[in-house]
């Protein structure tokens, strides 16, 4: 093979194989997922979802055909938005591997290799991993919908071209999401400092999460909606970009509505405007990022801001003043600034409740217009974000950052309760302080102070005792403990995570209102939560009490349980009970 070509391949592997090693997955790490793991679970909602929608259509060759065409319509807006929806969702993941970064650089620059060799090989990269993505969240979903959506006495060949147009117009939305998310990157990167734009992209993943997330939770509003928007030309249809690719679809099937066309006449200028900005971006990144990155801090993280110091004068003094508590507290937040992996995870939580939220303040509009008069959805606003924040830092604290470093903490010993507390105060400081001190200014200015405050007491008190309960057995100092993914049930934690959340949220929203028609009903109220965050208090005391030893190895389950009888009985007395000291024998002797 010539020199250029076997450069190329090695290139082109390197870089593919950089999507699938990065901070959050990692081949070798703790967290290792294979790529067949990954394939196998994204192909299984396209299956899952044509067997649910068999019997449908099976009840629909008895209806009228236009009811059969309608519903074909909104299924399969449903299978392009859940295929733009995952291919966002991965993309977001792997933001930090979309370009290369300081390590590249700094190891390819030097060898003797051709800018153009090293461009092509990574854009080769980004296709191939878009190519498998695509193909594996759509392709099952290609053929088996419209088998399930087939009539009796459909054609094959019918059914063949559907499964056609359903793939190809799905392989477009993917590839849109896709550059889409590489286009903004690469824009950002260029317009951008290195400082700036490691400063800014997390809040840019962010918003893309918030933006799908608020896209697949929408769902139910636009399918109903989407008949009267398509009869009338709404201008709605041409700013949901799975609308684009349904017109593609459509056409693809032979249709002549003039407003499908028009969609997709839009979908194709998008797909081709972002494809040529991921290129342009790639190669003008290539030829002006490499001093950059490479005279740039590695974390980003440089000297604080004066804001940041006056941040950390007002904590010392009035939030953590023993020198312990400090550590644990600096260690926290810093671990948080500047760890992407953490910081991706936090974003992912923080993205759901705003979606949520998104999703809820759209319901009110579309009812009430634009008046925000107190309701449960407008109550459940700080609930929602508050379950989400700290539920996420509960989760993030157990996810460790290096474990190399915690023997700092291990040589604190005997101020076990001093590091809890350092880090339950980085928890209420990160996730209930700067909230509700945001949610303070939007109530205040749309209801009053005074109503704000009284409304924000209740969910403020309900969001201290969130925190004290999620860190009730929480016996560790965050990040420094070995994770076992596998250990805990997830489908029961979820579960147990999705009714809380109901009851916290909304169920909470609907008992304020009702509590505030009579003062005594809330003084009731506060009193109960006060009597209970001062038993959770005592009891996470007593705790410590019996056993204040903190936790930096997480062990496994045992194979097998044993039920320490020995150790019962020499507790309880030993000679006394006949206990000899000798270990008992198995099977006994005759």
Same mark, same amino acid.
């Given at each position: 093979?010539?020199?250029?070509?076997?450069?190329?391949?090695?290139?082109?592997?390197?870089?593919?194989?950089?999507?699938?090693?990065?901070?959050? #997955?990692?081949?070798?790490?703790?967290?290792?997922?294979?790529? =067949?793991?990954?394939?196998?679970?994204?192909?299984?909602?396209?299956?899952?979802?044509?067997?649910?929608?068999?019997? &449908?259509?099976?009840?629909?060759?008895?209806?009228?055909?236009?009811?059969?065409?309608?519903?074909?319509?909104?299924?399969?807006?449903?299978?392009?938005?859940?295929?733009?929806? =995952?291919?966002?969702?991965?993309?977001?993941?792997?933001?930090?591997?979309?370009?290369?970064?300081?390590?590249?650089?700094?190891?390819?620059?030097?060898?003797?290799?051709?800018?153009?060799?090293?461009?092509?090989?990574?854009?080769?990269?980004?296709?191939?991993?878009?190519?498998? @993505?695509?193909?594996?969240?759509?392709?099952?979903?290609?053929?088996?919908?419209?088998?399930?959506?087939?009539?009796?006495?459909?054609?094959?060949?019918?059914?063949?071209?559907?499964?056609?147009?359903?793939?190809?117009?799905?392989?477009?939305?993917?590839?849109?999401? +896709?550059?889409?998310?590489?286009?903004?990157?690469?824009?950002?990167?260029?317009?951008?400092?290195?400082?700036?734009?490691?400063?800014?992209?997390?809040?840019?993943?962010?918003?893309?999460?918030?933006?799908?997330?608020?896209?697949?939770?929408?769902?139910?509003?636009?399918? %109903?909606?989407?008949?009267?928007?398509?009869?009338?030309?709404?201008?709605?249809?041409?700013?949901?970009?799975?609308?684009?690719?349904?017109?593609?679809?459509?056409?693809?099937?032979?249709?002549?509505?003039? =407003?499908?066309?028009?969609?997709?006449?839009?979908?194709?200028?998008?797909?081709?405007?972002?494809?040529?900005?991921?290129?342009?971006?790639?190669?003008?990144?290539? &030829?002006?990022?490499?001093?950059?990155?490479?005279?740039?801090?590695?974390?980003?993280?440089?000297?604080?801001?004066?804001?940041?110091?006056?941040?950390?004068?007002?904590?010392? #003094?009035?939030?953590?003043?023993?020198? #312990?508590?400090?550590?644990?507290?600096?260690?926290?937040?810093?671990?948080?600034?500047?760890?992407?992996?953490?910081?991706?995870?936090?974003? *992912?939580?923080?993205?759901? $409740?705003?979606?949520?939220?998104?999703?809820?303040?759209?319901?009110?509009?579309?009812? &009430?217009?634009?008046? +925000?008069?107190?309701?449960?959805?407008?109550?459940?606003?700080?609930?929602?974000?508050?379950?989400?924040?700290?539920? /996420?830092?509960?989760?993030? +604290?157990?996810?460790?950052?290096?474990?190399?470093?915690?023997?700092?903490?291990?040589?604190?010993?005997?101020?076990?309760?001093?590091?809890?507390? *350092?880090?339950?105060?980085?928890?209420?400081?990160?996730?209930?302080?700067?909230?509700?001190?945001?949610?303070?200014?939007?109530? /205040?200015?749309?209801? *009053?102070?005074?109503?704000?405050?009284?409304?924000?007491? @209740?969910?403020?008190?309900?969001?201290?005792?969130?925190?004290?309960?999620?860190?009730?057995?929480?016996?560790?100092?965050?990040?420094?403990?070995?994770?076992?993914? /596998?250990?805990?049930? %997830?489908?029961?934690?979820?579960?147990?995570?999705?009714? $809380?959340?109901?009851?916290?949220?909304?169920?909470?929203?609907?008992?304020?209102?009702?509590?505030?028609?009579?003062?005594?009903?809330?003084?009731?109220?506060?009193?109960?939560?006060?009597? /209970?965050?001062?038993?959770?208090?005592?009891?996470?005391?007593?705790?410590?009490?019996?056993?204040?030893?903190?936790?930096?190895?997480?062990?496994?389950?045992?194979?097998?349980?044993?039920?320490?009888?020995?150790?019962?009985?020499?507790?309880?007395?030993?000679?006394?009970?006949?206990?000899?000291?000798?270990?008992?024998?198995?099977?006994?002797?005759?």
């Amino acid at each position: 093979m010539p020199p250029e070509e076997s450069q190329f391949l090695l290139l082109a592997r390197h870089f593919f194989g950089r999507f699938f090693d990065n901070e959050l #997955v990692s081949r070798h790490g703790e967290m290792r997922v294979t790529v =067949v793991q990954i394939l196998a679970v994204l192909a299984v909602p396209g299956l899952f979802v044509s067997l649910y929608l068999m019997p &449908r259509y099976v009840s629909l060759a008895f209806q009228p055909p236009e009811q059969r065409l309608l519903a074909l319509t909104v299924d399969r807006y449903l299978f392009l938005q859940f295929g733009m929806v =995952v291919m966002g969702f991965i993309t977001v993941l792997e933001w930090d591997a979309l370009f290369p970064d300081r390590r590249d650089y700094r190891i390819l620059t030097p060898l003797p290799l051709p800018l153009r060799a090293i461009f092509t090989a990574k854009l080769c990269a980004l296709v191939l991993f878009l190519v498998l @993505f695509a193909v594996d969240v759509n392709g099952l979903g290609a053929f088996l919908f419209p088998m399930a959506a087939a009539g009796a006495h459909e054609p094959l060949v019918h059914t063949l071209a559907q499964a056609a147009a359903h793939l190809a117009s799905l392989l477009a939305a993917s590839a849109f999401i +896709f550059f889409f998310c590489v286009a903004l990157q690469g824009a950002m990167l260029n317009v951008l400092s290195i400082r700036l734009f490691l400063r800014v992209s997390p809040y840019m993943q962010f918003l893309l999460l918030s933006a799908l997330l608020l896209l697949l939770l929408l769902f139910p509003r636009i399918s %109903m909606a989407l008949h009267p928007w398509r009869h009338a030309n709404s201008a709605v249809l041409y700013l949901l970009p799975p609308m684009w690719f349904l017109g593609i679809y459509e056409v693809l099937l032979g249709s002549t509505d003039p =407003v499908m066309h028009a969609l997709a006449a839009v979908a194709w200028r998008g797909l081709g405007t972002v494809v040529l900005l991921t290129t342009a971006t790639y190669w003008m990144s290539y &030829r002006r990022q490499i001093r950059r990155t490479m005279e740039s801090p590695e974390n980003g993280a440089a000297s604080p801001s004066r804001i940041g110091a006056l941040a950390a004068k007002f904590a010392e #003094v009035l939030v953590v003043r023993h020198p #312990v508590e400090q550590a644990a507290f600096y260690f926290v937040v810093k671990t948080l600034a500047r760890s992407r992996k953490h910081k991706l995870f936090l974003i *992912g939580y923080a993205g759901l $409740g705003f979606a949520l939220v998104l999703e809820g303040l759209i319901g009110v509009i579309s009812a &009430r217009g634009f008046v +925000f008069q107190p309701s449960p959805e407008m109550l459940s606003v700080p609930l929602v974000l508050s379950f989400f924040l700290l539920s /996420g830092m509960r989760v993030v +604290f157990a996810v460790p950052a290096e474990l190399r470093a915690n023997w700092v903490f291990r040589l604190a010993e005997g101020d076990e309760r001093r590091c809890l507390a *350092g880090a339950r105060k980085a928890m209420a400081t990160l996730g209930i302080v700067p909230l509700f001190a945001a949610m303070a200014l939007l109530f /205040g200015t749309l209801w *009053g102070w005074w109503p704000a405050l009284v409304y924000l007491i @209740f969910s403020l008190t309900l969001a201290w005792l969130l925190m004290e309960a999620l860190l009730l057995n929480f016996r560790k100092i965050p990040f420094t403990c070995s994770y076992l993914p /596998g250990k805990s049930n %997830m489908t029961l934690r979820g579960v147990f995570y999705w009714v $809380g959340f109901t009851l916290y949220a909304y169920s909470m929203a609907r008992l304020e209102l009702w509590l505030l028609d009579n003062p005594l009903r809330l003084a009731v109220f506060y009193a109960m939560a006060w009597a /209970g965050l001062i038993a959770l208090v005592r009891y996470r005391n007593r705790l410590l009490e019996e056993d204040s030893t903190l936790m930096y190895e997480e062990e496994p389950e045992p194979v097998v349980r044993t039920l320490n009888l020995s150790e019962g009985l020499r507790l309880a007395g030993g000679g006394k009970l006949g206990y000899s000291g000798i270990a008992p024998r198995w099977p006994p002797s005759d």
